[in-house]
C-alpha cells in the first residue's frame, strides 16, 4: 500500500507600501511554526483551507513556518532572512528525505531594501535546495500580489484570490490544493502562462464587482470553461504602492496546454484590460466638500470612505483628515477609529468618565496635517482583542478569526466617539466595533480608512458610502509617488501610444 503523498508547507505573507517611512521587522510578524501551525484549521484563513483541503485529499502536511504581517512599510533585509533561516531548517530535512509537492501560502506583494521581488527570490531559493528543484510547487496568493514573471517561471500552479474584498481567500487556498492534489493524482504536472501590462491601478479601481474587474473576471473565467487545458485563471491587478519593477496588473493561467494557444489567449485578454484602463481610475471630492453636502436623517449611517489612510494598503491609520473635518463642522454622532498607541498609554491612569487634553493622530505620515488636540471624555479602556463576526471578512485573509487591536481606549469629543488602538487594525469586520461595546448602525456619520475591503462589513448598514479625499499615503493618484523602479511608460503616468506586454 502507497504511503499518502507528502506535501511541505510554508507561509509568508506582506503587502509592503515602499513610500512609508517605517520598517517593517521580525518582531512584526505573527510567526508560527511546526505542528502548531496546524492548529489554523478552522480559523478561516488561507491556511486553513490549505489544511482542510489537504485532508480532504489524504495528504500528510509537514508544517514549517507560518509568517504573515498587516500591510506596512519595506521589510528589513534581515526579517526576510529570518524567516528563510527558519524555514529552511525545517523544509531540508523533509527535501531530503523526500516530498511530493510544496505547497505556499503568499502575498505576492512583498519587497525588501535588497529585494523587489522577495517571493521570487523565495521561490528560487527553494528551487535550488537538493530535494526542491522540480517537486510540484503551488500556493494561493493575493490578487493584490505584483506577480513576476520570475515567479511564475519557478512555480507549477498558483492560484489568487478572485474577489476584493477578499471574500474567497480561504476558498482560493482550496482551489490551490485540489489542483495540487490533481496533479499528484493524474500525474500531470502544470506551469504558468503570464502577461504582463503597462497599467497601475490604486486599490479603488480594483473591487470586483466593478468595471474594469467584472469584465475581466468574465473574460478569464469564460476561457476557463472553453479551454479543458486550463486549470485556472487570475486576474491580478497589483499593488500600486510598491515601486518595483514587478508592480502592475498582469494576467496569468495554470495550465498544460501549449504555449502559443495559451499565449495568445492572455493576449486577447491584455488587449480586453488595456481597452479599459481608464475604468481603474478613481477621483474623489474632498471630506470637507462631501460633509457639506450630507443627507439628513437617512435609513442608515453615511459611511465616509478614507483610500488615502487605507490600511489594508499599509497605511498608519492615524490620519486626522475625517476627524478634524467632524470637529470642525460640528458633526453629531459620529465614530471613527485612529490607530494611536500614544494616546492609548496617555489615558491609561485616567478615570472612566473623567475628561483630559489629549494630542491623536497625525504621527505616522508626514503628509497629515499632525497631531490633533481635543479635549475628550473617555468612555472606556479594553484589551482589544476581538473575534471576526464574519469568517469571509476580507480580515480572516490576513489574520484568520482573531485580531488583536492591542491596549484600546474609547473617548469622545463633542459629537464624535473615537476608538482609540495600539495596533492598527484593517476595518473590515463591525466586531471591531461590538467588542468596545460600540453599535456601528446606531451613529449617523462612519469614518472608515480603507479602499474597497470594508464593503461586505459596512454597505448592509450603510444609508449611502462616499469616498473622501484626505491627506495620506495611500492616495488613489498614483502620479504623486516618487517612483524609481517601476518599469516605464506606465498607464497613467505616461502617454502610451502601443502597449508592450510582457509575456514569460
Not at 510567526?31 to 496546524?38: E, M, N, Q, R, S
Not at 480559523?43 to 483551507?49: H, I, R
Given at each position: 500500500?502507497?504511503?499518502?503523498?507528502?506535501?511541505?508547507?510554508?507561509?509568508?505573507?506582506?503587502?509592503?507600501?515602499?513610500?512609508?517611512?517605517?520598517?517593517?521587522?521580525?518582531?512584526?510578524?505573527d510567526?508560527?511554526?511546526?505542528?502548531?501551525?496546524?492548529g489554523?484549521?478552522g480559523?478561516?484563513?488561507?491556511?486553513?483551507?490549505f489544511?482542510?483541503?489537504?485532508?480532504a485529499?489524504?495528504?500528510?502536511?509537514?508544517?514549517?513556518?507560518?509568517?504573515?504581517?498587516?500591510?506596512?512599510?519595506?521589510?528589513?533585509?534581515?526579517?526576510?532572512e529570518?524567516?528563510?533561516?527558519?524555514?529552511?531548517?525545517?523544509?531540508?530535512?523533509?527535501?531530503?528525505q523526500?516530498?511530493?509537492?510544496?505547497?505556499?501560502?503568499?502575498?505576492?506583494?512583498?519587497?525588501?531594501?535588497?529585494?523587489?521581488?522577495?517571493?521570487?527570490?523565495?521561490l528560487?531559493?527553494?528551487?535550488?535546495?537538493?530535494?526542491?528543484?522540480?517537486?510540484?510547487?503551488?500556493?494561493?496568493?493575493?490578487?493584490?500580489?505584483?506577480?513576476s514573471?520570475?515567479?511564475?517561471?519557478?512555480?507549477?500552479?498558483?492560484?489568487?484570490?478572485?474577489?476584493?474584498?477578499?471574500t474567497?481567500?480561504?476558498?482560493?487556498?482550496?482551489?490551490?490544493?485540489?489542483?495540487?492534489?490533481?496533479a499528484?493524482?493524474?500525474?500531470?504536472?502544470?506551469?504558468?502562462?503570464?502577461?504582463?501590462?503597462?497599467?497601475?491601478?490604486?486599490?479603488?479601481?480594483?473591487?470586483?464587482?466593478?468595471?474594469?474587474?467584472?469584465?475581466?473576471?468574465?473574460?478569464?473565467?469564460?476561457?476557463?470553461?472553453?479551454?479543458?487545458?486550463?486549470?485556472?485563471?487570475?486576474?491580478?491587478?497589483?499593488?500600486?504602492?510598491a515601486d518595483?519593477?514587478?508592480t502592475?496588473?498582469?494576467?496569468?493561467?495554470v495550465?498544460?496546454?501549449?504555449?502559443?494557444?495559451?499565449?495568445?489567449?492572455l493576449?486577447?485578454?491584455?488587449?480586453?484590460?488595456?481597452?479599459?484602463?481608464?475604468?481603474?481610475?478613481?477621483?474623489?471630492?474632498?471630506?470637507d466638500?462631501?460633509?457639506?453636502?450630507?443627507?439628513?436623517?437617512?435609513?442608515?449611517?453615511?459611511?465616509?470612505?478614507?483610500p488615502?489612510d487605507?490600511?489594508?494598503?499599509?497605511?498608519?491609520?492615524?490620519?486626522?483628515?475625517?476627524?478634524?473635518?467632524?470637529?470642525?463642522?460640528?458633526?453629531?454622532?459620529?465614530?471613527?477609529?485612529?490607530?494611536?498607541?500614544?494616546?492609548?498609554?496617555?489615558?491609561?491612569?485616567?478615570?472612566?468618565g473623567?475628561?483630559?487634553?489629549v494630542?491623536?493622530g497625525?504621527?505616522?505620515?508626514?503628509?497629515d496635517?499632525?497631531?490633533l488636540?481635543?479635549?475628550?471624555?473617555?468612555l472606556?479602556?479594553?484589551?482589544?482583542?476581538?473575534?471576526?463576526?464574519?469568517p469571509?471578512?476580507?480580515?480572516?485573509?490576513?489574520?484568520?478569526?482573531?485580531?488583536d487591536?492591542g491596549?484600546?481606549?474609547?473617548?469622545?469629543?463633542?459629537?464624535?466617539?473615537?476608538?482609540?488602538?495600539?495596533?492598527?487594525?484593517?476595518?473590515?469586520?463591525?466586531?471591531?466595533?461590538?467588542?468596545?461595546?460600540?453599535?456601528?448602525?446606531?451613529?449617523?456619520?462612519?469614518?472608515?480608512k480603507?479602499?474597497?475591503?470594508?464593503?461586505?462589513?459596512?454597505?448592509?448598514?450603510?444609508?449611502?458610502s462616499?469616498?473622501?479625499?484626505?491627506?495620506?499615503?495611500?492616495?488613489?493618484?498614483?502620479?504623486?509617488?516618487p517612483w524609481?523602479?517601476?518599469?516605464?511608460?506606465?498607464?497613467?503616468?505616461?502617454?502610451?501610444?502601443e502597449?508592450?506586454?510582457?509575456?514569460?
Open positions: 500500500m502507497s504511503q499518502p503523498p507528502r506535501i511541505l508547507f510554508g507561509g509568508l505573507f506582506h503587502e509592503t507600501h515602499t513610500f512609508l517611512e517605517e520598517t517593517t521587522t521580525w518582531a512584526d510578524f510567526v508560527t511554526f511546526d505542528d502548531h501551525i496546524l489554523k484549521l480559523d478561516a484563513s488561507p491556511t486553513d483551507g489544511l482542510s483541503a489537504a485532508a485529499a489524504g495528504l500528510t502536511v509537514i508544517p514549517t513556518v507560518d509568517a504573515r504581517a498587516v500591510p506596512s512599510g519595506i521589510v528589513t533585509d534581515e526579517a526576510f529570518t524567516f528563510w533561516q527558519e524555514f529552511v531548517e525545517r523544509a531540508r530535512p523533509a527535501l531530503e523526500g516530498v511530493d509537492g510544496i505547497f505556499l501560502v503568499l502575498h505576492g506583494a512583498m519587497a525588501t531594501p535588497s529585494l523587489t521581488d522577495a517571493e521570487g527570490e523565495l528560487a531559493r527553494i528551487r535550488a535546495l537538493p530535494g526542491g528543484e522540480t517537486v510540484p510547487l503551488f500556493g494561493v496568493f493575493d490578487l493584490h500580489a505584483n506577480l514573471a520570475r515567479t511564475c517561471r519557478l512555480a507549477n500552479g498558483l492560484v489568487a484570490y478572485r474577489e476584493n474584498p477578499h474567497d481567500a480561504r476558498a482560493s487556498a482550496v482551489r490551490a490544493t485540489e489542483l495540487l492534489a490533481r499528484l493524482r493524474e500525474n500531470v504536472i502544470p506551469r504558468m502562462a503570464w502577461v504582463r501590462l503597462p497599467i497601475v491601478w490604486a486599490p479603488p479601481g480594483t473591487g470586483s464587482a466593478d468595471e474594469p474587474m467584472v469584465s475581466l473576471r468574465r473574460f478569464m473565467t469564460e476561457l476557463e470553461d472553453a479551454r479543458p487545458a486550463i486549470w485556472a485563471t487570475n486576474v491580478v491587478p497589483g499593488f500600486s504602492f518595483t519593477p514587478d502592475g496588473l498582469s494576467l496569468s493561467l495550465h498544460t496546454g501549449e504555449d502559443a494557444v495559451m499565449n495568445a489567449d493576449r486577447r485578454g491584455a488587449e480586453l484590460a488595456w481597452s479599459k484602463r481608464e475604468l481603474g481610475e478613481v477621483s474623489y471630492a474632498s471630506v466638500d462631501v460633509l457639506a453636502s450630507l443627507p439628513v436623517g437617512g435609513p442608515g449611517p453615511v459611511v465616509l470612505v478614507e488615502a487605507n490600511i489594508g494598503g499599509g497605511a498608519p491609520g492615524d490620519g486626522t483628515g475625517i476627524l478634524r473635518a467632524l470637529v470642525k463642522r460640528d458633526v453629531a454622532n459620529a465614530l471613527v477609529a485612529i490607530n494611536d498607541p500614544a494616546a492609548v498609554a496617555t489615558l491609561a491612569q485616567t478615570t472612566v473623567a475628561a483630559r487634553k494630542s491623536i497625525g504621527k505616522g505620515s508626514r503628509l496635517e499632525g497631531p488636540e481635543l479635549t475628550v471624555t473617555l472606556s479602556r479594553h484589551h482589544g482583542r476581538f473575534k471576526l463576526e464574519d469571509n471578512s476580507h480580515l480572516a485573509s490576513m489574520s484568520g478569526l482573531h485580531f487591536m491596549p484600546t481606549a474609547v473617548v469622545r469629543a463633542g459629537g464624535v466617539t473615537v476608538l482609540l488602538t495600539s495596533r492598527k487594525t484593517p476595518p473590515f469586520d463591525l466586531g471591531q466595533w461590538r467588542s468596545q461595546g460600540i453599535e456601528p448602525k446606531n451613529f449617523a456619520v462612519i469614518g472608515v480603507a479602499a474597497v475591503a470594508h464593503r461586505r462589513a459596512y454597505d448592509p448598514i450603510a444609508a449611502v462616499y469616498l473622501v479625499d484626505t491627506a495620506g499615503p495611500c492616495s488613489s493618484n498614483v502620479r504623486l509617488f524609481r523602479h517601476l518599469q516605464r511608460p506606465v498607464h497613467p503616468l505616461d502617454a502610451i501610444a502597449p508592450h506586454f510582457e509575456f514569460l
